[in-house]
Structures are given as structure tokens and as C-alpha cells.
């Protein structure tokens, strides 16, 4: 089934927003995330390798966990009040834990921790406007179609954010509902970018641990 939009010529997708700066309390409990990771005379504990990171990954998971729920249960009644909000949570909860993996994943590659807590959010940042090849010039609206391009970009966790967005944006302009019954219409559903999402939380898991 595909959405009939008859709204679609005034629906504007806002531009995503700017990275935050150094003092944003996201980049602080990211350079915390990362400090902890960074830190060798952590591990004098005791504990196991895989306990410590296990034990990290946890505590913050948690922190980026209640911050999704909360953003989510605030954003969805004033942008996508039509939408299922379990359903629109569920995107919020598989980013946040997307980018901590992702985030998991760069510490690897950066010996200072103020380095990759501002290289971080950065590349999130500029990953994300990878968005606008996908939407109409005109419109702001999620074009269909490159069904395989919007796959291979989701693997960067801003991306399948943003697509998944983009589709709960189309259905709001149309006047309809993202449901569990319509949760995989469409050639990209938003569906697809849940899954991606959660794809993500594997992929950059798994290379975090690897790394």
C-alpha cells in the first residue's frame, strides 16, 4: 500500500540538527563513556576484561536508554501525534543504542578521549546529511525508490535515524498512521529502518569487541 499524500507539497523535513558543542551534556557523558574506556587503572579491579566493558556498556546504556524514552515521549505527541508511539519510541530506543555501539566502536581508533568525544557527535553529525540525496530538492519530502542506497547508508546509525524519521514525517504530512499494520508498507518502509537499527546495535557491537 502506498501513501496517498495529498499534503506533501507544503511538508518541509527540518534539517538535521547541528552537532552539540564540547559543553552539551551529551558530549559530557560521551567523554565520560569514553574517559572510563580509555582508562587502564580501571581494570586494576579484578574484574575480567569482558566484565569491565560489559559493566561500562551497561551503565551507559541505560543513561542513553532513559534519554531516548524521555525524548521520544516528548517529541511524539507534538511531531507525529498520529503515529503508534510505541512504535515511534522503538526508533528513539534503537538509535540511542545504535550510536553508544557506534560511539563503542570509535574509541578504538582514538588514544584521547576529548578527541573522540568531539570527532564523535562530528561524524554522526555529517553522516546524517547524507539524508538530503534522498529527499526532494523542492519538498523536503522522502523521495521512493533507491531502496538498496537507503540500505547501505542505514548501516551508519544517523542515517536509519533519519530515514525511519523521514518516513514518519510522509505519513504525518499525508494525514495517516505508521502502525503495526502499516509498519512495512512501502518500497523503505519505516519498518526497514528498525531493522537497520537494530542491525546497527550488532554491527558496531560486534566490532567494537573485535577492535
Not at 582508562?39 to 579491579?45: D, E, F, I, K, Q
Not at 512495512?184 to 558496531?204: M, P
Request: proline share 8%; hydrophobic share 50%; charged share 5%.
Amino acid at each position: 500500500m502506498k501513501v496517498h499524500n495529498t499534503h506533501t507539497s507544503t511538508l518541509h523535513l527540518p534539517p538535521p540538527p547541528p552537532p552539540p558543542p564540547p559543553h552539551h551534556p551529551h558530549s559530557h557523558t560521551l567523554l565520560s563513556l569514553l574517559s572510563h574506556i580509555h582508562h587502564p587503572g580501571l581494570l586494576m579491579s579484578g574484574l575480567s576484561l569482558s566484565a569491565y566493558y560489559g559493566s561500562i556498556l551497561v551503565t551507559y546504556g541505560l543513561t542513553f536508554l532513559i534519554a531516548a524514552v524521555l525524548g521520544g515521549a516528548l517529541i511524539t505527541p507534538n511531531l507525529f501525534p498520529l503515529a503508534n508511539p510505541l512504535l515511534v519510541m522503538l526508533l528513539f530506543v534503537l538509535f540511542a543504542l545504535a550510536v553508544l555501539a557506534y560511539t563503542a566502536t570509535l574509541s578504538a581508533f582514538f588514544k584521547n578521549a576529548r578527541v573522540a568525544s568531539i570527532l564523535g557527535p562530528l561524524s554522526l553529525f555529517l553522516s546524517s546529511q547524507l539524508i538530503f540525496l534522498f529527499l526532494d530538492q523542492q519538498t523536503g519530502v522522502l523521495n521512493e525508490g533507491n531502496v538498496h542506497a537507503k540500505a547501505l547508508v542505514s548501516l551508519l546509525p544517523a542515517m536509519a535515524f533519519y530515514l525511519g524519521a523521514s518516513r514518519l514525517a510522509l505519513y504525518e504530512g499525508a494525514e495517516q498512521a505508521v502502525t503495526f499494520s502499516t509498519l512495512f508498507d512501502g518500497d523503505f518502509s519505516y519498518g526497514s529502518s528498525l531493522l537497520l537499527l537494530a542491525f546497527d546495535i550488532v554491527l558496531w557491537s560486534a566490532l567494537a569487541w573485535y577492535a
